[in-house]
C-alpha cells in the first residue's frame, strides 16, 4: 500500500527518472568492486576459502537468518524508528568488524544480525518512497530486494530480479519466497564471510563486506521502490519499467 502523504500526483518525467535509477544501480554494484580492491581478493575465489563443513549448510544458515531477521526487523519498527541510511551503514559497519575480527565462528553468529540490519535499512527506504512495510504486498517487496544479487557479483543490469507478483505473505508464501531467495543470498553472505577470514586483515574486511553490502541493498532498494512509485505516478506498467532500467543499463557508460 502507498502511503499518501502527498498533494495530487504530478505528472512525471519517466525516462529521466528511469536514468536516475539505472545510475543508482550502476553506482551500488561499484562498491562491492572497491571492498575486493580493498581486502585484494577475488569474488570468484571467495568462496573458496570456507571450510567445507561451512559452505554445506550455508543455505541453511541463511535461510534461518532470514527468517531471523522477518521477525526481528518487524518487531523492532514498534519500538525503534527508521534510521537515516548512513546510521543503518555504521551500525552494519562495527558488526562487521567485530565479527571478521572474532573468526569465522563470530561472523557467523553475526550472520542473521546483519540480514536484519539490513532488512531493517531496506524497510526504511520503502517508507521514503511512501510504502508502509507493515503490508504484506511490502514485506514481500523487502524481501525481493535480496533477490537482486550483491555487490560482489558480476551484473551488467540484465539481473533485475524484480517480480511483478503481489501476494499475500501467508505462512506458505513466506516458505517460498525464502526458499527462492537463501541460495541467492548464501552465495552473497558467503563471500562475506569469506572476506572475513582473510589472515590480520578479517576485522578490516568485515567491517568493509559490510559497509558495502549495506550501501548496496540500499541502493537496490531505491531502485526497487524508485520503479514502484514510478509504476503509480507514471501510470506506467512495472513490467513495462523494468524492461527500461534494463535498456537504460545498457546505455550507460561502462567504468
Same mark, same amino acid.
Given at each position: 500500500? @502507498?502511503?499518501?502523504?502527498?498533494?495530487?500526483?504530478?505528472?512525471?518525467?519517466? /525516462?529521466? $527518472?528511469?536514468?536516475?535509477? =539505472?545510475?543508482?544501480?550502476?553506482?551500488?554494484? &561499484?562498491?562491492?568492486? $572497491?571492498?575486493?580492491? @580493498?581486502?585484494? &581478493?577475488?569474488?570468484?575465489?571467495?568462496?573458496?576459502?570456507? #571450510?567445507?563443513?561451512?559452505?554445506?549448510?550455508?543455505?541453511?544458515?541463511?535461510?534461518? =537468518?532470514?527468517?531471523?531477521?522477518?521477525? /526481528? *526487523?518487524? &518487531?523492532?519498527?514498534?519500538?525503534?524508528?527508521?534510521q537515516p541510511a548512513w546510521l543503518n551503514t555504521a551500525a552494519a559497519t562495527a558488526m562487521g568488524a567485530a565479527g571478521g575480527f572474532g573468526g569465522l565462528p563470530a561472523a557467523m553468529a553475526e550472520l542473521p544480525v546483519t540480514v536484519t540490519v539490513l532488512l531493517r535499512a531496506i524497510q526504511s527506504v520503502a517508507v521514503e518512497y511512501g510504502f508502509d512495510p507493515d503490508e504484506d504486498n511490502v514485506a514481500f517487496d523487502c524481501l525481493e530486494v535480496f533477490a537482486s544479487a550483491g555487490p560482489l557479483a558480476k551484473d551488467d543490469g540484465s539481473d533485475l530480479?524484480?517480480? *511483478?507478483?503481489?501476494? *499475500?505473505?501467508t505462512g506458505t508464501a513466506v516458505n517460498a519466497i525464502l526458499a527462492r531467495?537463501? #541460495?541467492?543470498? =548464501?552465495?552473497?553472505?558467503?563471500?562475506?564471510? =569469506?572476506?572475513?577470514?582473510?589472515?590480520?586483515?578479517? !576485522?578490516?574486511?568485515?567491517? !568493509?563486506?559490510? %559497509?558495502?553490502?549495506?550501501? %548496496? %541493498? $540500499?541502493?537496490?532498494?531505491h531502485v526497487h521502490f524508485g520503479l514502484r512509485r514510478l509504476a503509480i505516478e507514471g501510470d506506467v506498467?512495472?513490467?513495462?519499467?523494468? *524492461? $527500461?532500467? !534494463?535498456?537504460?543499463m545498457k546505455r550507460l557508460p561502462r567504468r
Amino acid at each position: 500500500m @502507498l502511503i499518501e502523504d502527498q498533494n495530487d500526483l504530478q505528472p512525471v518525467d519517466v /525516462a529521466a $527518472q528511469i536514468t536516475v535509477l =539505472a545510475k543508482r544501480y550502476k553506482t551500488a554494484g &561499484g562498491v562491492g568492486m $572497491q571492498v575486493l580492491n @580493498l581486502i585484494g &581478493g577475488q569474488a570468484e575465489g571467495l568462496l573458496d576459502r570456507l #571450510p567445507d563443513a561451512v559452505r554445506v549448510r550455508l543455505d541453511e544458515a541463511t535461510r534461518g =537468518a532470514l527468517q531471523v531477521a522477518l521477525k /526481528a *526487523a518487524g &518487531g523492532s519498527r514498534q519500538h525503534i524508528s527508521d534510521q537515516p541510511a548512513w546510521l543503518n551503514t555504521a551500525a552494519a559497519t562495527a558488526m562487521g568488524a567485530a565479527g571478521g575480527f572474532g573468526g569465522l565462528p563470530a561472523a557467523m553468529a553475526e550472520l542473521p544480525v546483519t540480514v536484519t540490519v539490513l532488512l531493517r535499512a531496506i524497510q526504511s527506504v520503502a517508507v521514503e518512497y511512501g510504502f508502509d512495510p507493515d503490508e504484506d504486498n511490502v514485506a514481500f517487496d523487502c524481501l525481493e530486494v535480496f533477490a537482486s544479487a550483491g555487490p560482489l557479483a558480476k551484473d551488467d543490469g540484465s539481473d533485475l530480479a524484480f517480480l *511483478a507478483t503481489r501476494t *499475500a505473505l501467508t505462512g506458505t508464501a513466506v516458505n517460498a519466497i525464502l526458499a527462492r531467495i537463501a #541460495p541467492r543470498l =548464501a552465495a552473497v553472505m558467503g563471500q562475506k564471510l =569469506a572476506a572475513q577470514t582473510v589472515p590480520v586483515l578479517g !576485522a578490516v574486511a568485515g567491517a !568493509a563486506t559490510n %559497509y558495502a553490502y549495506t550501501s %548496496y %541493498y $540500499q541502493e537496490m532498494a531505491h531502485v526497487h521502490f524508485g520503479l514502484r512509485r514510478l509504476a503509480i505516478e507514471g501510470d506506467v506498467p512495472h513490467d513495462e519499467l523494468v *524492461a $527500461q532500467l !534494463a535498456d537504460a543499463m545498457k546505455r550507460l557508460p561502462r567504468r
